[in-house]
């Protein structure tokens, strides 16, 4: 009957709510009030709550009612800003259930690198042809805040000449900035402008200083050493899309052990051959503990155990990976790329894939291919040099690579990682809403991905 009353009257419902409120000022107080302040508030109190439970006569709630309130006006100590106070008591509580919540449930987590491109997509850039429009103003917050897109444009306002491009540098603590040094050949004076750095995290693809023909890139600024920008040219005009920002699931292997083709969160602490022993690693799981991994030359994996000791191949038939062994093997060249899915690359394969991209890279610079130097184009895969070297997973440890093969740091180089070094499992994408047009899977918003 209580609960269908408080359901029912609006009357019992601020009754009850009297009662609550009182009792957590009585508990506040206790330490303030004298033993028969205390005592007739707690017996008030008790009156109104076993009037609630009884009878439901309307005449008696009202009486406990109005002597609860008189009780509370003689006996409790007013506090000064109440409405403050309570509402600090609010934020304090959410603040908690959050914190709460991170710590047991899920942990936001933003995606900085491409390793998991295509599947899940971390911070990238495009230049932007001259006839391509940047919004600007409130379209541009909008763009930015639903889909993750943002915009750097910087126009030349005379004859200037980049001189050099300083290190990006926090501001305000959360931000990054990035100087552009020009000379203005009209005055020769110094003109600087500063910029989102194109990663906005921490690094940036502006190379710095000057540009020498070994580092040549499409993305340096300053490949076109004493260039003079006239009055109104495009300095800079790119593109930046955020990369997706998931909810991991902290508690799901608490209860379930990690799968082949999860795609996990685990700590690098510990685990040899990581540089870096303080990050968060997002990877897919490859490898069970006791498995001996192979990596065919066709891209596709080869698995062997006690239930396949002939070793077993994995392809696009096997659920999760049907998208990473979605490409077809009859096409020709049928080679490895970036931020497609292309299965897993072995060092042969890497080697061929980095040999096209200079390739195609010399010839957007009209330059040859060997003055072409590319970041992390050694070794990538050394406990998989080809087809024939196997890898053996000790017990109690797991095996786990990046969708993008060819961009992508992982058990290839490192090996094997420790079971108490997953973190947890990547739940849903809570950000960008939209999508990003131009990427292979530019919607991606919620559960749908493998």
């Known amino acids: 009957m209580y609960l269908l009353r408080w359901l029912l009257f609006r009357r019992f419902r601020m009754a009850a709510e009297l009662c609550h409120q009182a009792a957590k000022l009585l508990n506040h107080q206790k330490d303030l009030l004298t033993s028969e302040a205390f005592n007739e508030m707690k017996e008030a109190i008790g009156d109104l709550r076993n009037e609630m439970r009884s009878s439901g006569n309307r005449a008696r709630l009202e009486e406990g009612i109005t002597r609860l309130e008189q009780a509370g006006s003689r006996r409790l100590v007013p506090y000064r800003n109440p409405g403050i106070r309570e509402n600090v008591e609010v934020m304090l509580f959410a603040v908690a259930i959050a914190m709460s919540i991170r710590t047991f449930f899920f942990q936001p987590m933003g995606i900085p690198t491409g390793s998991m491109q295509p599947t899940l997509y971390g911070i990238t850039e495009s230049n932007l042809k001259s006839e391509e429009h940047v919004p600007k103003g409130v379209n541009a917050w909008v763009k930015y805040l639903l889909a993750g897109v943002s915009y750097c444009h910087v126009l030349s306002e005379g004859n200037w000449q980049l001189i050099r491009i300083e290190p990006p540098t926090k501001k305000f603590l959360f931000f990054n900035r990035q100087k552009l040094i020009f000379r203005d050949l009209d005055s020769n004076n110094e003109v600087v402008r500063e910029i989102t750095p194109l990663m906005n995290s921490g690094k940036s693809l502006l190379a710095y200083g000057r540009a020498s023909q070994r580092g040549l890139s499409e993305h340096v600024l300053n490949s076109h050493n004493n260039y003079i920008y006239k009055p109104g040219e495009e300095v800079v005009k790119m593109r930046r899309e955020s ?134 184009s050694g070794t990538i895969s050394p406990l998989y040099m080809d087809e024939g070297q196997e890898f053996y997973i000790p017990p109690n440890q797991y095996a786990a690579f990046g969708d993008n093969t060819v961009s992508s740091k992982d058990s290839r180089e490192w090996g094997s990682l420790p079971a108490k070094n997953i973190f947890g499992k990547a739940s849903f994408i809570y950000w960008p809403f939209f999508g990003q047009n131009g990427r292979i899977r530019p919607n991606r918003f919620g559960w749908a991905f493998q």
């Open 243 to 376: 990369g997706d920002h998931l909810l991991v699931s902290r508690f799901y292997y608490n209860f379930i052990k990690p799968n082949r083709g999860d795609i996990i969160v685990f700590e690098t602490r510990g685990i040899k051959g990581i540089a870096d022993q303080d990050l968060f690693y997002i990877k897919r799981l490859v490898g069970m503990p006791e498995d001996t991994l192979a990596i065919g030359n066709d891209r596709h994996l080869i698995v062997k155990n006690r239930a396949w000791p002939a070793g077993r191949r994995i392809d696009s038939s096997d659920h999760p990976f049907e998208f990473v062994y979605s490409f077809d093997v009859f096409k020709e060249p049928n080679l490895a790329k970036d931020s497609e899915y292309s299965g897993h690359a072995n060092q042969k394969v890497f080697n061929q894939y980095m040999q096209e991209e200079k390739i195609r890279i010399a010839k957007e610079n009209g330059i040859k291919p060997d003055a072409i130097y590319i970041n992390n």
